[in-house]
């Protein structure tokens, strides 16, 4: 029986080269999430109270 499947339509020879692109993705995803860091802003309202001159 021969094989009637043409060479591109195989796939075979892409299957490690998407395996390694979706590694990629997924470890940067990753390292994003796990760097996210959210600061906490502080306003400095001191000199607002003390600048008041009657």
């Given at each position: 029986?021969?094989?009637k499947?043409?060479?591109k339509a195989d796939?075979?020879?892409k299957k490690f080269t998407w395996l390694?692109?979706?590694y990629v993705i997924v470890?940067?995803?990753?390292f994003v999430?796990?760097?996210?860091t959210e600061?906490?802003?502080?306003?400095?309202t001191s000199n607002l109270i003390?600048?008041?001159?009657?």
């Open positions: 029986m021969e094989i499947k043409s060479p796939l075979e020879d390694l692109a979706g470890l940067t995803i990753m999430a796990f760097e996210w600061y906490d802003v502080k306003v400095d003390s600048d008041v001159i009657f």
